[in-house]
């Protein structure tokens, strides 16, 4: 029987957009940062403010705080997968390619995500549409990276290959991020309990490889970037995502993947003076059919 897909109201949408927005901006936020604050800084400012600010939600409406050995034993893993090693991955490779490129880049995770769910659960098989929409999504990839593999410095291509493996860490924590439903764990929770695990990953980096006391003073507006990193792309958006994950239901919210891009391309372009190559357009239409085919909305016939 195939799932029903909840209808979306005008107010889902404005959610949806408003989402796609925030986390399309968290790559024009890092791409202000980046050079002025060391990368594992600003992973431990955003992680560490956004469970600040998380903290003061749970306090605010009473909602229960992680606990028990097993619970944080699993944010931990959940931590580092869904926040230390992309959101350091991808500060790492905005030092050597925009932000615009590196949002293409990460659109690749549901193609990365049905892969790792195919090899790791029961329930989630490929079929031959999912298979389908797989290749020509990667080819889209082969497109994006096959030119700057001929013709970009190593540096270009490492921070491209840093950016995918951003995406394949997103895509273990997706799967692993269903265990904490079993735990009866509310999903506000588990943000707060994955960025402060990510929070103390981070701080001994911080402290024995960054030195940050160590740098110059940055300026305003890196340190408002900083600041708008955590509180709006993560624990606001946090917010959002659980809350139209409720409203709307995973499929709908799947949506957001196509508009992320969208959203930090059009940031990157109209205030950072950022360019995309054709090949990273044609890469990028590749992926987007790609994840169309893999979601079955193409082909799928009205009631």
């Known amino acids: 029987m195939t799932p029903q897909t909840l209808k979306m109201s005008g107010l889902d949408w ?5 989402l796609s927005l925030l986390w399309g901006g968290s790559f024009f936020f890092v791409q202000l940062a980046v050079g002025h604050l060391p990368a594992f ?3 431990f400012l955003r992680v560490s403010l956004a469970a600040l600010a998380l903290a003061g939600v749970l306090a605010v409406t009473r909602t229960p705080f992680p606990k028990g050995r097993a619970v944080w034993g699993a944010l931990l893993v959940m931590g580092a997968l869904n926040n230390a090693l992309p959101f350091t991955f991808f500060v790492l490779a905005q030092g050597q390619i ?8 990460n659109a690749t995770t549901p193609l990365f995500t049905l892969i790792v769910a195919h090899l790791c659960t029961a329930d989630e098989r ?25 013709t970009a410095g190593a540096a270009t291509v490492l921070a491209q290959a840093a950016c995918l493996a951003a995406a394949i860490c997103y895509a273990f924590a997706s799967v692993w991020g269903r265990r904490f439903k079993r735990l ?13 695990a ?12 960054d030195r940050p006391w160590t740098q ?12 708008g990193l955590a509180l709006l792309s993560t624990a606001l958006a ?3 995502y659980f809350r139209l994950l409720a409203r709307a239901g995973a499929v709908n919210l799947a949506l957001v993947t196509f508009l992320i891009p969208v959203s930090a391309i059009a940031l990157a372009v109209l205030v950072l003076n950022e360019t995309l190559a054709l090949r990273h357009i044609a890469g990028m239409g590749l992926i987007a059919l790609g994840l169309l085919v893999i979601d079955g909305r193409l082909a799928r016939k009205k009631p």
Do not use: D, H, N, R
């Open 238 to 240: 946090y917010q959002l």
């Open 41 to 43: 800084t600003i992973v």
């Open 98 to 105: 925009g932000s615009a490129l590196a949002s293409v880049l």
């Open 126 to 150: 490929l079929t031959g549409a999912k298979l389908l929409g797989l290749g020509i999504g990667f080819v889209g990839v082969v497109v994006m990276m096959g030119g700057a593999a001929l």
């Open 14 to 18: 404005l959610l949806l957009a408003t």
């Open 216 to 227: 110059p003073l940055p300026g305003v507006v890196p340190i408002a970037a900083v600041v």
């Open 198 to 209: 990510s929070s103390l990953m981070m701080l001994p980096l911080v402290v024995g490889v």
């Open 184 to 196: 009866g764990l509310p999903p506000l929770a588990t943000a707060f309990g994955m960025l402060t």
